[in-house]
């Protein structure tokens, strides 16, 4: 079974720090990987995922996030954080058997930016 | 184009009511997805369609929750003898073809169960 844990509840960082939020999965294969923003009374917004090829992933609003087949990571970072960025951020995975469907949601970690 | 959209947006009802929630997916997409979150928890595995047939439907807590998806666009998730703990946000998602590809989020129904 596909599971993933994300470490950190919250995080607060001031505007303009870097910011890393963990992700940790178990899968048994390669697994499909994503990271989602959820704002207030908002949507899920994908901001990257990872399927193959490159571990290093280019999302959009400057994130990126790098899969570590070796620690089962795929940890969400920016260099320089924007108050706009406050939200709530989830890592999910996916299977990459063809004939599967669904993704497994870590519990969110909540970032707060101070000014 | 348009998203995935979900009506209504808030429901209220009483225990043991029977609610329906419908999902218009993204015109084209196949495949189709039902999940819930619960307040400070992640969104939860429900069913997952590909066209009209439900092709896991290992997350439905119990029998109380069905979902159809008859001609292969819209879905309704429904529930019957709502208890309380059914309260959640029930998100409904879809993707071009299914098979762990990026899945796109409608804004969610809102739940409440007095």
């Known amino acids: 079974a596909q599971s993933v844990t994300q470490p950190d509840i919250h995080i607060t960082v001031s505007e303009g720090a870097s910011l890393e939020l963990r992700c940790n999965y178990s899968?048994?294969?390669?697994?499909?990987l994503f990271w989602y923003v959820q704002s207030p009374g908002q949507g899920l917004q994908l901001l990257l995922k990872y399927f193959s090829g490159d571990t290093l992933v280019q999302g959009i609003k400057g994130f990126e996030a790098e899969f570590k087949r070796s620690q089962s990571s795929f940890n969400l970072r920016k260099p320089s954080v924007h108050w706009s960025d406050a939200a709530e951020y989830f890592c999910a995975v996916g299977a990459s058997d063809t004939n599967a469907g669904k993704s497994t949601f870590g519990d969110g970690t909540t970032l707060t930016v101070k000014p | 184009g348009a998203g995935v959209s979900q009506t209504p947006s808030n429901k209220v009802t009483e225990k043991g009511k029977y609610v329906e929630l419908r999902c218009d997916p993204i015109?084209?997409?196949?495949?189709l997805y039902w999940y819930r979150q619960s307040l400070g928890q992640g969104p939860e595995f429900l069913i997952y369609f590909q066209g009209t047939g439900a092709a896991d439907d290992s997350g439905l807590p119990n029998d109380r929750f069905f979902a159809v998806r008859p001609e292969g666009s819209v879905s309704t998730l429904k529930i019957q003898r709502t208890e309380r703990g059914d309260s959640a946000v029930y998100l409904c998602?879809?993707?071009?073809?299914?098979?762990?590809?990026?899945?796109?989020f409608g804004p969610g129904t809102r739940l409440l169960v007095l």
């Open positions: 899968y048994g294969a390669t697994p499909y």
């Open positions: 015109s084209g997409h196949t495949a």
């Open positions: 998602a879809s993707s071009m073809h299914g098979g762990g590809e990026t899945q796109y």
